[in-house]
């Protein structure tokens, strides 16, 4: 497979979210922190989840260093505390709650008869579980406002097998259901919601993972139609365009971000080019 030919480009910051203020977990690093940062580039003001206070505060800090307005929060996606003070940050210091990006996930990485009771629960509190509460606080404040938009980061992983990743899939299959269900059960109070499902994304999260696949990185990039892994700012911008109203009709909707995977029949071809 030759070196990726395609365009990767950031877009000049707009004002798509202007006035707006977002709320977004797991936003210390990777697809979160691009996601916190293109909120804010795209003028909104931006609440930071995570787990990590230092990563949060790197985030929130990035953010007012390119003239934006940040406040960040540590708590863990598991505890329904963590969304109901993110929430009430974002309303008390930004007025209101126009967007919210569900994205913190724990993935583990056994096969099914091999993972424990423990892994299992943690994984679909913080994967699944951390997605009903996110999208429980940002729905109940959104109500009173009459409109907002929610964006779930779910994974190719829930709509296909990838062994090792039982319990996440499942919970990441679960993450497409709530959004359905949320986006068909708000629509008429103004709220739209949506998930997006990212292929392999440049992340520190992957990384182990490649290593561990044989041939390492080249050999796994060279089985994605696009010939690279995606970049964190690639699923931002998908968020981002989401989260505004150019996605004024979209509602319920899985957006594929995955550089051509799901679109490809398993094939022994190797692919041209
Ligand atoms: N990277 C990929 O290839 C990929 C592919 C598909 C889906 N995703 C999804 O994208 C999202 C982000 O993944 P990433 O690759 O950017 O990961 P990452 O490890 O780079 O970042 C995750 C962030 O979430 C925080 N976090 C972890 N557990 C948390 C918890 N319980 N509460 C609050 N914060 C927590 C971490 O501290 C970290 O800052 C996840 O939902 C992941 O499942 C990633």
């Not at 707006?20 to 697809?31: E, K, L, N, R, W």
């Not at 009771?117 to 579980?129: C, F, H, K, P, S």
């Not at 679960?174 to 008429?188: D, I, Q």
């Amino acid at each position: 497979m030759s070196p990726a030919r395609d365009r990767i480009g950031d877009p000049p910051a707009g004002d798509l979210l202007k006035g707006g203020a977002v709320v977004v977990t797991g936003a210390g690093s990777g697809i979160g922190r691009a996601c916190a940062l293109a909120c804010a580039a795209e003028g909104a003001s931006v609440v930071v989840g995570d787990i990590d206070d230092a990563l949060a505060l790197a985030t929130a800090e990035s953010i007012a260093r390119r003239g934006g307005q940040a406040r960040h929060h540590r708590g863990d996606v598991a505890e329904s505390a963590t969304h109901e003070a993110l929430a009430e940050i974002c309303s008390r210091d930004f007025g209101k709650i126009s967007g919210w990006i569900n994205n913190a996930a724990f993935s583990g990485g056994a096969l099914l008869g091999e993972t424990t009771d423990e892994d299992w629960q943690r994984i679909q509190a913080v994967t699944l579980g951390g997605v009903f509460q996110g999208c429980r606080s940002a729905i109940t404040r959104m109500i009173e406002s009459g409109a907002g938009a929610i964006v779930n980061i779910a994974s190719s992983a829930g709509l296909a097998a990838e062994p090792g990743l039982a319990a996440y899939g499942a919970a990441k299959a679960g993450v497409f259901s709530l959004t359905r269900n949320a986006a068909v059960e708000y629509a008429g109070q103004g709220i739209r919601v949506n998930a997006i499902s990212p292929g392999p994304i440049d992340t520190p999260a992957l990384g182990s993972w490649l290593e561990a696949f044989p041939g390492g990185r080249s050999a796994f990039e060279a089985q994605i139609p696009q010939g690279r892994l995606g970049r964190p700012e690639e699923i931002a911008q998908s968020a981002v365009f989401l989260l505004s109203d150019r996605a004024s009709f979209i509602n319920g909707a899985a957006l594929v971000a995955d550089g051509g995977i799901h679109a490809r029949l398993a094939s022994p071809r190797s692919l041209p080019g």
